[in-house]
């Protein structure tokens, strides 16, 4: 019990960030209260961490390629010409930023969508003197239901997974269709929402920008990345490394036309997110450890009984309230060994990683995203609290969740 409750005020303290401390401490600082009263082995702690190694280098990776191209102003630049292409419609710039929010967490991660392309709309938005809200709530909703269609989409894939990723033909078989369902009935209920958001017309006058000689290095970096990360999944390899390599020679090269950019990157990076991931592996571990796992594999035996889609409906909301109560990542993780522990396969174990992706759309402490995506704001001075969100959330995540689940079963 004392295991759960330090585990769950961890996780409530990362939200709410008393003293302003950041969200890093308070996870670390729970998992080093497990380990100095000795409710987790400090060896048990340290297999913990080691366990997250593939996912901090495609962290870092991700965030070396997107401060970079925060730095050459690369999404200013997408950002900048999707207001221009609305011509004055709030509603055209609405899809026209959900389009991009799309292709950037597709092909970059949902971490990159929250924590680069969020201050870049708002930038953009501003500028043409629109409410910001709506267009952000984008950047935030997006970055979990487009979290699935690759696997390089979520970190949480790869936790969910955990060195047994599937090739990418067959990944695009079984959630290709559920992922356009998701994005698709998220459109909806947000365009719903924002419908009184999206009135008057935009300012027109916002200068297109031009791309730098370092801009332009940085876009093909981060098309060899997409192709580099394309390519590991399709072999079936973990995602990390390469991330890692990928984004690492982009800022080499870089830096080679301007000696202050890996600095510049270097000091941006938002490094206190390594150990937050670290603290959140650690409190995990020890909640496996009270019996967790073999509640979960017995729950998840049992859902296999039941018909389809009932079982895999089942499934997917219950790790989807789950990821909402300790975020997606250690849920991922619980719920990966429990699937592997467990033997399930099919549409149980496939409705499984769509709770642990779009699940989170719920509230903000969902995932890492969302937390991302809040801290970005903060910085702009903006606020949304988390009874706001929830607002949204409880009606955008279980439409698109139902949605996905039955096209998963029927396709």
């Known amino acids: 019990m004392a295991i759960w ?39 048990a702690a340290a297999q913990a961490v080691a366990k997250g190694t593939d996912v901090y280098l495609f962290l870092v990776g991700m965030m070396i390629m997107s401060e970079l191209a925060r730095r050459e102003g690369v999404f200013d630049w997408l950002a900048r010409h999707a207001v221009r292409a609305a011509k004055g419609s709030t509603s055209r710039l609405f899809l026209l930023i959900y389009c991009v929010g799309i292709l950037v967490t597709v092909l970059l991660s949902n971490d990159a969508t929250a924590v680069v392309l969020t201050p870049a709309v708002l930038a953009a938005v501003r500028t043409a003197e629109a409410e910001p809200l709506p267009y952000l709530l984008i950047c935030a909703f997006i970055a979990n239901a487009a979290s699935f269609v690759l696997p390089i989409s979520n970190p949480a894939n790869l936790v969910v997974y955990n060195g047994q990723m599937p090739s990418l033909h067959r990944w695009l078989l079984t959630f290709g269709l559920p992922s356009i369902a998701a994005i698709v009935a998220t459109f909806v209920v947000l365009r719903w929402l924002s419908s009184k958001s999206l009135s008057g017309l935009l300012k027109q006058n916002l200068p297109a920008g031009t791309l730098t000689p370092a801009a332009k290095l940085t876009l093909w970096g981060i098309a060899l990345l997409a192709v580099t990360l394309l390519s590991a999944s399709a072999l079936n390899r ?22 202050s950019a890996m600095g510049d990157v270097a000091r941006e990076i938002s490094w206190s997110v390594l150990p937050l991931v670290a603290g959140l592996f650690v409190l995990v571990e020890a909640v496996t450890s009270t019996g967790a796992l073999s ?38 993780l619980l719920s ?8 399930v396969m099919g549409p149980v174990r496939d409705a499984i990683l769509i709770g642990v992706d779009l699940g989170p759309n719920l509230s903000i402490s969902g995932s890492l995203a969302t937390i991302l995506w809040l801290i970005a704001i903060r910085r702009e001075g903006l ?16 439409p698109a969740l139902f949605l996905a689940i039955i096209v998963l079963w029927k396709s």
């Open 238 to 259: 973990d995602l990390g490394l390469p991330a890692f390599l990928c984004s690492l020679l982009a800022v080499l090269i870089v830096t080679l036309r301007d000696r």
């Open 5 to 43: 409750i330090i585990a769950l005020v961890s996780i409530l303290l990362v939200l709410i960030r008393p003293f302003g401390l950041r969200e890093a401490w308070w996870a670390a600082g729970g998992a080093l209260v497990l380990v100095v009263f000795r409710l987790i082995a400090p060896s």
């Open 295 to 332: 509640s979960a594999v017995q729950a998840l035996l049992a859902l296999q009984q039941w018909q389809r889609p009932q079982g895999a409906l089942a499934a997917s909301f219950t790790i989807a309230l789950l990821s909402n109560l300790v975020n997606n990542l250690p849920s991922g």
């Open 383 to 398: 606020e949304v609290s988390f009874g706001r969100f929830l607002g949204w959330g409880i009606l955008v995540m279980p």
């Open 336 to 343: 990966g060994t429990a699937v592997r522990a467990a033997g």
